[in-house]
């Protein structure tokens, strides 16, 4: 379930971590001053004495577990400046891919990323009923290459209610503490969130997760654009609809008007650009002053991350204190998320975020089995029947984000004028699709379906491999457009 501002500073306070500083008046331009009123800067010593107070508060035996993996891996590079903290659990199948998009970083020329700088911490983590999928073994084909793969093993106890929580954290400390091992500590670390089944990152992704939190030290975290495979989830219409509904209805929610440096109604959780498991980044030295992961939420532990900075930042207007929500911001970055989940909700109707029953539909094993273990081919099979325009399944799916609305925007309507704007964005020719007294009603799909006509001609342009040679000009902004994917069957 979402945690309101008053959940978060309660914790705060439970963990003795300070809401400071409060100055500034929380835009972009000026979201936050140190305690002399200075604007921010990165500073190694600082984020390193918060890295080590964040340890060294831990419980005994959980810095017992994190210190054995982190020796088992040694100190980071003193050059590294990017961890990218992969939690794996039975994903072996798809983590072959995410390593080769990594192994081919490159920097913001075009040219091979330097070895040193990148590091990718893998974390196999499974209960001890659960069999080796050999996910340490693909990391190992890597070893001796271009990029440096560690991984670590950990073994749930059989009554861990937050295994994916856990994992993440863990993760994070144990790279929290190799940083601390080295001979010396010369730049700011950044820690990118990862997921073992993304299918395609961008290859500049770790050099402009870098160079965006370098050159703006207002910022805490940075988040990149989100996808689902397109040249997947082209073949299913429907899906395609459904995710770019949520993606749009998202994005009007966290636009500036309604965040609440601008917004007295603000809604905590959504006015806000969120953060994410995946194609997101942020400072060690922020997660150590959130008090990294809360395992007393065993999902939405992504967007916790962000709403904790928020409160970290909160600053005062007329004796109330306010979230301050601009120190995440955006990173001129796409990456592709495993289309999996969204094909078995369409084959059998199970909402993999769905929090009304303790996320059991994400979490079970039995669907975990389907969604993990079932080739895409399969799975597509599965979904086929229920993917295409039909009406009825079209206003059913849709009717989700319509109801989603209310209160979310600002106080200022019942979310009947945004989501028309978000019915314009997916294409429907005025008329074709209205609402009325909270109701979705599609009268014609005829728009929508040739604009998903054009969209299946051109999704396996939407990924790719980096070019051998860097386009000249505004052409190195939209490479991507160019670039057919050569492993379209991923997931």
Not at 136 to 145: H, K, N, P
Not at 385 to 400: C, E, G, I, S, W
Request: hydrophobic residues 40%; glycine residues 6%.
């Amino acid at each position: 379930m979402h945690w309101t501002f008053d959940q978060h500073q309660c914790a705060f306070n439970n963990e003795g971590l300070r809401f400071a500083p409060r100055t500034g008046d929380g835009s972009t331009e000026d979201p936050w001053r140190d305690a002399d009123g200075r604007p921010p800067e990165r500073d190694p010593r600082r984020e390193r004495d918060a890295v080590a107070d964040y340890l060294a508060r831990q419980p005994d035996s959980y810095r017992a577990t994190v210190e054995s993996l982190a020796r088992s891996l040694g100190p980071l590079d003193v050059a590294c400046r990017a961890v990218v903290l992969v939690p794996c659990r039975s994903e072996a199948a798809q983590l072959d891919t995410l390593l080769g998009w990594y192994a081919d970083q490159r920097d913001l020329s075009g040219a091979p990323l330097r070895p040193e700088q990148l590091e990718v911490q893998l974390l196999v983590n499974r209960f001890a009923d659960e069999p080796d999928d050999g996910a340490a073994a693909i990391a190992d084909r890597y070893r001796g290459g271009r990029l440096r793969v560690t991984v670590a093993e950990y073994f749930h106890p059989p009554d861990e209610h937050a295994p994916l929580t856990m994992a993440r954290k863990l993760s994070a400390d144990v790279a929290l503490w190799r940083a601390l091992q080295r001979p010396s500590y010369p730049a700011p670390l950044y820690l990118l969130s990862e997921d073992a089944d993304v299918a395609w990152i961008d290859p500049r992704y770790v050099a402009l997760a870098v160079s965006t939190l370098d050159t703006r030290p207002g910022l805490d975290a940075a988040r990149g654009q989100q996808d689902r495979c397109p040249w997947v989830m082209a073949r299913h219409p429907l899906l395609v609809l459904m995710r770019r509904s949520w993606n749009f209805a998202e994005a009007v929610l966290a636009r500036r008007s309604l965040r609440p440096d601008r917004n007295p109604q603000h809604d905590f959780t959504w006015n806000r650009l969120t953060t994410s498991g995946w194609n997101c980044a942020f400072t060690a030295e922020v997660y150590a002053l959130v008090g990294g992961y809360n395992r007393d939420r065993p999902f939405e532990e992504d967007m916790d991350i962000g709403e904790k900075i928020s409160c970290l930042r909160a600053f005062e207007r007329d004796g109330t204190l306010v979230p301050q929500v601009n120190t995440v911001g955006w990173l001129p970055t796409r990456a592709e998320g495993s289309p999996r989940r969204w094909l078995y909700w369409a084959a059998t109707g199970v909402e993999p975020y769905e929090d009304t029953n303790q996320h059991e539909n994400f979490f079970r094993r039995d669907h975990e089995r389907v969604v993990k273990d079932c080739s895409l081919t399969e799975l597509e099979q599965l979904a086929r029947p229920y993917t295409v325009l039909d009406p009825d399944r079209v206003t059913a799916a849709l009717q989700r984000d319509l109801d989603f609305l209310p209160g979310r925007c600002g106080g200022r309507d019942d979310g009947r004028a945004v989501y028309q704007r978000v019915l314009t964005l997916l294409g429907f020719a005025p008329g074709e699709a209205v609402v009325s007294d909270g109701t979705l009603r599609i009268r014609s799909l005829d728009a929508v379906g040739a604009r998903l006509e054009r969209f299946g001609r051109f999704a396996k342009l939407m990924a790719g491999p980096y070019p051998a040679t860097l386009p000249a000009g505004r052409a190195a902004f939209t490479w991507r457009l160019g670039a057919v994917p050569v492993r379209a069957d991923v997931s």
